[in-house]
Protein backbone atom coordinates (compact mmCIF):
# COMPACT_ATOMS: atom_id res chain seq x y z
CA UNK A 1 0.00 0.00 0.00
CA UNK A 2 1.41 3.18 -0.71
CA UNK A 3 1.64 6.27 1.59
CA UNK A 4 -1.81 8.15 -0.01
CA UNK A 5 -3.37 5.33 0.53
CA UNK A 6 -2.40 4.23 4.28
CA UNK A 7 -3.20 8.03 5.43
CA UNK A 8 -6.63 7.82 3.48
CA UNK A 9 -7.14 4.38 5.38
CA UNK A 10 -6.54 6.59 8.78
CA UNK A 11 -8.96 9.49 7.99
CA UNK A 12 -11.82 6.60 6.88
CA UNK A 13 -11.02 4.74 10.17
CA UNK A 14 -11.25 8.43 11.77
CA UNK A 15 -14.65 8.97 10.01
CA UNK A 16 -16.12 5.43 11.48
CA UNK A 17 -14.84 5.73 14.93
CA UNK A 18 -16.63 9.41 15.31
CA UNK A 19 -19.85 8.65 13.71
CA UNK A 20 -19.89 5.33 15.92
CA UNK A 21 -18.56 7.65 19.07
CA UNK A 22 -15.76 5.06 19.23
CA UNK A 23 -12.96 6.45 20.77
CA UNK A 24 -10.71 3.40 20.90
CA UNK A 25 -11.09 3.29 17.42
CA UNK A 26 -9.57 6.60 16.99
CA UNK A 27 -7.04 6.94 18.94
CA UNK A 28 -4.31 5.27 17.25
CA UNK A 29 -3.94 7.59 14.07
CA UNK A 30 -2.70 10.30 16.30
CA UNK A 31 0.58 10.40 17.49
CA UNK A 32 1.61 11.02 21.33
CA UNK A 33 2.55 14.76 20.79
CA UNK A 34 -0.38 15.63 18.22
CA UNK A 35 -1.30 19.34 18.43
CA UNK A 36 -4.98 20.62 17.34
CA UNK A 37 -6.34 23.91 17.15
CA UNK A 38 -10.11 23.34 16.57
CA UNK A 39 -13.27 25.35 16.30
CA UNK A 40 -13.58 25.69 19.87
CA UNK A 41 -12.08 26.63 22.93
CA UNK A 42 -9.15 26.57 23.94
CA UNK A 43 -6.56 27.57 21.41
CA UNK A 44 -5.15 24.12 21.06
CA UNK A 45 -5.06 20.82 22.48
CA UNK A 46 -2.11 18.92 23.06
CA UNK A 47 -1.11 15.22 23.20
CA UNK A 48 -3.02 12.79 22.26
CA UNK A 49 -4.60 12.63 26.11
CA UNK A 50 -5.58 15.87 25.13
CA UNK A 51 -7.02 15.03 21.87
CA UNK A 52 -8.70 12.21 24.15
CA UNK A 53 -10.38 14.38 26.25
CA UNK A 54 -11.79 16.75 23.33
CA UNK A 55 -13.23 13.61 21.78
CA UNK A 56 -14.49 12.45 24.55
CA UNK A 57 -16.20 15.51 25.67
CA UNK A 58 -17.40 16.45 22.09
CA UNK A 59 -18.82 12.77 21.36
CA UNK A 60 -20.93 12.75 24.78
CA UNK A 61 -22.59 15.79 23.47
CA UNK A 62 -24.60 14.04 20.85
CA UNK A 63 -27.19 11.24 21.48
CA UNK A 64 -25.94 8.35 18.58
CA UNK A 65 -24.99 8.34 16.06
CA UNK A 66 -23.22 11.05 14.52
CA UNK A 67 -23.57 12.50 10.74
CA UNK A 68 -20.12 12.84 10.22
CA UNK A 69 -18.87 13.34 6.19
CA UNK A 70 -15.33 14.53 5.11
CA UNK A 71 -15.50 15.97 1.05
CA UNK A 72 -13.24 17.49 -0.96
CA UNK A 73 -10.35 15.26 0.29
CA UNK A 74 -6.80 15.85 -1.00
CA UNK A 75 -4.04 14.38 0.25
CA UNK A 76 -0.09 14.66 -0.61
CA UNK A 77 2.72 12.27 0.74
CA UNK A 78 5.80 12.32 0.35
CA UNK A 79 8.31 9.48 2.23
CA UNK A 80 8.08 10.86 5.89
CA UNK A 81 5.66 14.02 5.91
CA UNK A 82 2.28 14.50 4.74
CA UNK A 83 -0.83 16.68 4.88
CA UNK A 84 -4.52 17.01 3.79
CA UNK A 85 -7.16 19.18 3.56
CA UNK A 86 -10.68 18.59 3.28
CA UNK A 87 -14.08 19.76 4.19
CA UNK A 88 -15.86 18.11 7.19
CA UNK A 89 -19.75 17.85 8.33
CA UNK A 90 -21.49 17.06 10.90
CA UNK A 91 -25.10 16.77 11.33
CA UNK A 92 -26.30 15.28 14.90
CA UNK A 93 -28.60 15.41 17.45
CA UNK A 94 -27.53 16.74 20.93
CA UNK A 95 -28.21 15.03 24.09
CA UNK A 96 -30.25 18.39 24.75
CA UNK A 97 -32.57 17.68 21.59
CA UNK A 98 -30.68 20.60 19.33
CA UNK A 99 -29.40 20.02 15.92
CA UNK A 100 -25.66 20.60 14.92
CA UNK A 101 -25.75 20.67 11.18
CA UNK A 102 -22.40 22.44 10.05
CA UNK A 103 -18.85 21.91 7.68
CA UNK A 104 -15.42 23.39 8.54
CA UNK A 105 -12.33 23.52 6.99
CA UNK A 106 -9.24 20.91 8.23
CA UNK A 107 -6.04 20.34 7.75
CA UNK A 108 -3.95 17.36 8.83
CA UNK A 109 -0.44 16.96 9.06
CA UNK A 110 1.03 13.17 9.29
CA UNK A 111 4.60 11.89 10.06
CA UNK A 112 5.56 8.50 8.95
CA UNK A 113 6.81 7.60 12.70
CA UNK A 114 9.21 3.81 12.07
CA UNK A 115 6.87 2.17 9.43
CA UNK A 116 3.41 3.57 10.85
CA UNK A 117 2.00 6.90 9.94
CA UNK A 118 0.73 8.97 12.70
CA UNK A 119 -1.27 11.88 12.78
CA UNK A 120 0.87 15.07 14.01
CA UNK A 121 -1.28 18.00 14.16
CA UNK A 122 -4.58 18.97 12.84
CA UNK A 123 -6.16 22.31 12.20
CA UNK A 124 -10.14 23.16 12.11
CA UNK A 125 -11.00 26.21 11.08
CA UNK A 126 -14.92 28.04 10.37
CA UNK A 127 -14.79 31.54 8.18
CA UNK A 128 -16.49 33.76 10.02
CA UNK A 129 -18.34 37.20 8.68
CA UNK A 130 -16.40 40.12 8.77
CA UNK A 131 -19.17 42.46 9.51
CA UNK A 132 -20.67 40.75 12.35
CA UNK A 133 -17.47 39.31 13.85
CA UNK A 134 -20.13 35.89 13.90
CA UNK A 135 -18.79 32.39 12.56
CA UNK A 136 -20.07 31.41 9.11
CA UNK A 137 -21.45 28.43 10.42
CA UNK A 138 -24.59 27.88 7.63
CA UNK A 139 -22.08 27.30 4.57
CA UNK A 140 -21.96 24.57 2.84
CA UNK A 141 -19.94 22.67 -0.48
CA UNK A 142 -20.45 23.48 -3.31
CA UNK A 143 -21.70 20.02 -4.14
CA UNK A 144 -24.23 19.75 -1.54
Keep these: MNSESEIHKIINDSIEAIRAKNIEKLMPGYAPDVVQFDVVD ?3 YK ?5 KKRMNDWFSSFKSPIGYDVRELEITASENIAFCHSLNGVNAIKTDGGKLEMWWRTTMCFRK ?7 THVHSSVPFDPVTGKASTELK ?3 I
Excluded at 113 to 119: E, F, P, Y
Design 42 to 44: PLQ
Design 47 to 51: GSDGI
Design 113 to 119: IGSKWLI
Design 141 to 143: PDN
